[in-house]
């Protein structure tokens, strides 16, 4: 197995270690592949640490490193279905998502080709005519790039694009469980003319290698997407050699909906919101907060819409949505809507696991829920929607706000002051108005409070890569005279 890329080079893992990778739909296997330990680790770091030191690859021009952006994307356009294919292999999401999902990806990778030559510095007017002034952006250099298995491709180019717009070198580690096309895409990367070292990709379990990547000083920045337990140990061991640190992590977001809003349009998107890839989506919908005089039609035919939703594995034309990732992260799901039945949510539909083979659960839903409850606070990250009503906009605002996370979140009215009103007044890094999950790489994407620091995509996602030095120089130097000369 040579699936580890270090300094230009694919091979294996230097214990021979290997993991086997199934699809969530079936359990069948989709292929086995290198799994790195903690010294293949070190040797990325090392190449990723010599390309930079080595000093020529900070020093190309960004519109090379652009050029080898737009050529990977090209070859990526090629390779389209070859990438879906694997994707909703690794993943078990419909081919039709992974497709969009490929696209998407493709799309910002083009969009950090454009955008790194349009970003320069900025020359300070200090008032001084013998003082040039500039503040100028260099990389930041080593960049730890960790990324989840829900949009494993996607993920992995928010973080890659960007790190190589700015000229920074990488140490890319996806979910252990779905490498697939990462290492498709590290090899469309090396195809378009990546230099060796520049790029490496590591494969294997966050709990072996995550610190080691974390914790080497030659690494400069971490950012990582994920979870918000795993995000805390991830800031935790970088804080030991004070590394920039980006975090995107969770999401409990409220979908805000009036009694004046389009009826028929925010009960359809209630639906995509929370069971789009079966509710693995760090922005799903998870918290419908619905206005009390619609709650009862609106709930009734929400539930019944819920109930028909069919699932399958990802070549199956008639399904909906899919499989959840794992065995283990089913049983959590089902953990998790048990105890919100046993702290008071009334289930209103779903709530059981099917039966393999394959990582199924049915679309759920959680009734007569309060902000004090678990099920509501807290991420399932699967197909589980609770609902807790308002009665006034203060009331909905306050809800919507009633949480630790800030990812994400919508509001439903016809009504354009109010909708404007409350779309400032929630505390989250996305907030869509009439509308959910859509985004545009040239908008940044993150989260408020828990979920997360920094953030991706938008000229601040290529900000992240990039350290500011101010240059200031005398032209006309003279001594200061501030101390007194000796006599
Ligand atoms: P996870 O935290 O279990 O794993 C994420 C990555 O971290 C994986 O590559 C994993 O191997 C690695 N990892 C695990 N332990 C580590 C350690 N000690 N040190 C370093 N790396 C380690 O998350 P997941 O289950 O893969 O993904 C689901 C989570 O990701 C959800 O909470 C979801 O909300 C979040 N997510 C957030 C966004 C966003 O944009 N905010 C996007 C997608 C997913």
């Known amino acids: 197995?040579?699936?580890?890329?270090?300094?230009?080079?694919?091979e294996g893992a230097t214990g021979g270690a290997v993991r086997e990778i199934n699809c969530p739909a079936d359990e069948t296997l989709v292929g086995t592949v290198a799994e790195a330990d903690p010294a293949d680790a070190l040797r990325?770091?090392?190449?990723?640490?010599a390309a930079f030191d080595g000093g020529w690859w900070k020093t190309t021009s960004?519109?090379?490193?652009?050029?080898?952006?737009?050529?990977?994307?090209?070859?990526?356009?090629?390779?389209?279905?070859?990438f879906a294919r694997a994707e909703s292999l690794d993943t078990g999401k419909r081919l039709v998502e992974a497709r969009y999902d490929i696209a998407d990806s493709i799309r910002c990778v083009?969009?950090?080709?454009?955008?790194?030559?349009?970003?320069?510095?900025r020359?300070?007017?200090t008032g001084d005519p013998k003082i040039e002034s500039r503040v100028q952006y260099e990389p930041v250099g080593v960049a730890v790039l960790i990324t989840p298995w829900n949009y494993p491709l996607l993920q992995a180019t928010w973080k890659?694009?960007?790190?190589?717009?700015a000229g920074c070198t990488f140490v890319l580690k996806p979910s252990e469980l779905t490498p697939s096309t990462s290492i498709m895409f590290m090899q469309a990367l090396t195809d378009a003319g990546l230099p060796a070292g520049v790029g490496n990709l590591i494969l294997g379990a966050g709990s072996a290698i995550g610190d080691t990547l974390t914790a080497s000083p030659k690494v400069d920045m971490v950012s990582f997407t994920g979870g918000l337990e795993t995000g805390k140990r991830v800031m935790i061991s970088a804080a030991a050699t004070i590394k920039k640190v980006a975090l995107e992590l969770g999401g409990k977001n409220p979908n805000v909906v009036f009694a004046d809003a389009n009826f028929d349009a925010a009960l359809d998107n209630a639906l995509t919101a929370i069971f789009l890839h079966s509710g693995q989506v760090c922005s799903a919908g998870s918290r419908l907060i619905i206005e009390e005089s619609i709650h009862d039609s609106f709930v009734e035919q929400l539930v019944e819409r819920a109930k028909q939703i069919r699932l399958g594995g990802p070549?199956?034309?008639?399904?909906?949505?899919?499989?959840?990732?794992?065995?283990?992260?089913?049983?959590?799901?089902?953990?998790?809507?048990t105890a919100g039945i046993a702290e008071g949510a009334t289930l209103l539909c779903g709530g059981q696991p099917i039966d393999g083979p394959g990582y199924f659960y049915p679309p759920t839903i959680l009734g007569n829920c309060t902000t004090t409850m678990r099920c509501v606070q807290d991420e399932s990250f699967g197909p589980v929607l609770t609902i807790e009503t308002f009665t006034t906009e203060e009331q909905a605002?306050?809800?919507?706000?009633d949480t630790y996370y800030g990812l994400a979140g919508a509001v439903w009215t016809q009504d354009a002051g109010k909708a404007q009103r409350v779309a400032n007044a929630l505390r989250h890094g996305t907030v869509w108005i009439n509308d959910f999950h859509p985004y545009v790489p040239q908008a940044e994407w993150g989260g408020f409070k828990q979920s997360g620091i920094g953030r991706e995509l938008g000229p601040n996602g290529l900000l992240e890569y990039l350290e500011a030095k101010h240059v200031y120089q005398n032209t006309d130097p003279e001594p200061s005279g501030w101390f007194s000369l000796a006599t």
């Open 160 to 165: 890659v694009a960007p790190a190589i717009a």
């Open 44 to 49: 990325a770091i090392h190449a990723a640490r």
């Open 110 to 121: 083009r969009y950090f080709a454009q955008l790194g030559p349009t970003f320069s510095g």
């Open 315 to 337: 070549f199956d034309d008639n399904a909906e949505t899919g499989a959840l990732i794992s065995a283990q992260h089913r049983d959590k799901v089902h953990a998790f809507v």
């Open 123 to 125: 020359r300070v007017d």
């Open 1 to 10: 197995m040579s699936e580890l890329f270090i300094n230009g080079g694919w």
């Open 397 to 401: 605002v306050a809800l919507g706000n």
């Open 62 to 82: 960004v519109i090379e490193r652009g050029q080898i952006l737009e050529r990977t994307a090209a070859l990526m356009q090629d390779r389209l279905e070859e």
